[in-house]
């Protein structure tokens, strides 16, 4: 996978990509429109975040680039890529448990805090593309 160089994009498969982690310096774009919905990219090595609509959507440090996040109602699905290992948090539904799986390995259930938030830390290292799925339980 190559970093997303325009920061973010919309893929044929309706999900998006973004974050470019070979960035020295941060880098961003405001108000991307995918699916009525408004998002905002920001990324360079040391950090990348992603809001929708300005409610926090994903974070990993240090920056990671993104492929295919595609959130659903009962959860989220991407691909991720870095030079270092990352812990990457997103924003899922509040108080809620998921399964959460790398790289088709399950690494069990997790509960999201009061905030919604769920955070994974993921050995990126030499790995090339680790692809993530976190489906909500029920």
Avoid at 80 to 106: F, K, R
Wanted: glycine share 8%.
């Amino acid at each position: 996978m190559a970093v997303v160089a325009e920061l973010v994009r919309t893929e044929e498969s309706g999900a998006i990509s973004f974050g470019n982690y070979k960035l020295d310096t941060k880098a961003k774009v405001e108000n991307y429109e995918h699916g009525g919905d408004l998002y905002k990219v920001k990324t360079y090595k040391e950090l990348t975040k992603l809001e929708k609509n300005g409610m926090f959507a994903y974070e990993s440090q240090p920056g990671t680039s993104v492929l295919d996040f595609n959130e659903t109602e009962d959860g989220v699905t991407f691909t991720v890529e870095a030079d270092e290992d990352a812990q990457i948090t997103v924003g899922l539904e509040e108080d809620t448990e998921y399964s959460v799986t790398v790289d088709n390995a399950n690494i069990g259930r997790m509960k999201t805090n009061l905030s919604g938030k769920l955070s994974i830390s993921i050995e990126l290292a030499n790995a090339g593309e680790i692809a993530v799925k976190i489906v909500k339980n029920g």
